[in-house]
C-alpha cells in the first residue's frame, strides 16, 4: 500500500500541528474521541483522551455510547478490532494506514486454516479450542469465534487459558508463540505439555504422537521487539544496578520472563512504574517509546531500557506521527475508515466479546 500525506501537511512546524490538532477537537467535542496505544510517540499520546493497552483500549471502543468518531493511534488490528466492537454506531480511523504488526502478519489465513485441518484429526471443536492473541487479523478473529475460541490480550491470557482449559482438552493458540509459553507455564502445564506448530514445515514438523499428547499448541510466531531481550541483559542490569527491579511484557522469551521481577501487558508496567517507590531503579524490557516515557514521567525514579543500547521500537507504532494525526482530525470526512464486512465482523465480534467477559 502506498500512502503519502499531503506537503502541507508533512511540512507543517511540530507548534502549528499541535494547535490544528487542539482546534480540530475542539470542534469536533464529544463525538470524537482520541484512543492511544502506550507505544505511541510522546506527543501522540499528549492527545490521547484515553492511553491505554489493547485490552483497555477495546474496552472504551466498546463502551463509548455519544462518541461517532475514533481515531486509533496504534496498529491496524487494534483499529479494525475497535470497529468490531463499536459498530455500527462509530467510524474508526487509523491515522497512519501504514502502521501494521509483523507478529500479526506471522499468522496468515492459509496456513491457520492447514493447521486447524490437521488438529481435526485430533477431535477439532469437541476438543480443541482456538485462542487467538489481539494481534491477528479480523478473518482469523473470526475463525476464533466460529469454532467457540476467544480472543485473548496480555492483560487477560491466563484468564483465557483457563477458560479454554475448562471447556476443551487442547488450545490452538497463536500467533505469539512466546505469550502462549508464559501463560501456559503459569497455568501449570509443563514444557513438554506444549508444542510448537512451524507453519513453514509440512503438518507443523509435529508427529502424530506430539499432536496427540499436546495440551497447547502454539503458533510459531513471535514479536522482534520483545524477543530482542535476552538473559543477559537480566544479569547484567541486576550487576551494575543492586536493587532494580526488572519488568518485562509476556511477548518475551520465557528464560526472560523467569529472570525478571514482574512481567504484564503494557498498563501493568505503567501502573507498576508509578507504583514503585520514590528512588526505586527499575529497567523495562519491551517498547523503547513506553520506557522513555516512564522515565519522563516519573523523575524521581531510575527508570531505562533493559537492553542497553539496542533500541527496541516498534517502527509500527512509532508510524503515526503529529502529522498524520492532523490530517485525520481535519480531513477524516473524506478518508477511508477501517472497516470490518460482514459476516466477518459479526464472528469476530463473538470472539471478542467473550474476551471482554473473561476481562
Ligand atoms: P498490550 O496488549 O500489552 O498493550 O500489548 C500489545 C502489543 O502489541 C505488545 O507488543
Ligand atoms: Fe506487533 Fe511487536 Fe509492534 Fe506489538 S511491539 S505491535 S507485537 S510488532
Known sequence: MYFS????YREAPAEELQERIIEAKRKLGHKLVILAHHYQRLEVVGFGDHVGDSY?????????ADVETIVFCGVHFMAESA???SHPNKRVYLPNPLAGCPMADMAEMADVMEAWQRLEEFGGDKKVVPISYMNTSAGLKAFTGRHGGLICTSSNAPAALKWGFDRREKVFFFPDQHLGYNTGIR????PDEMVLWDFSREEG????????????ILWKGHCHVHTNFTVEHVAEVRRDYPGVKVVVHPECPHEVVDAADADGSTSFIVEYCANAPTGSTIAIGTEINL???MAHEHPDKKIFELSGDTCPVCANMYRTTLNDLAYTLENYADLKPIEVAEPTRGEALVALEKMLEVG
Open 5 to 8: 500525506l499531503p506537503q502541507t
Open 56 to 64: 483497555g483500549l477495546s474496552k472504551v471502543a466498546a463502551e463509548m
Open 83 to 85: 470497529d468490531i466492537l
Open 187 to 190: 497455568y501449570g502445564l509443563k
Open 205 to 216: 514438523g509435529l508427529t502424530e504422537d506430539q499432536l496427540a499428547k499436546a495440551k497447547l
Open 291 to 293: 520506557t522513555n516515557r
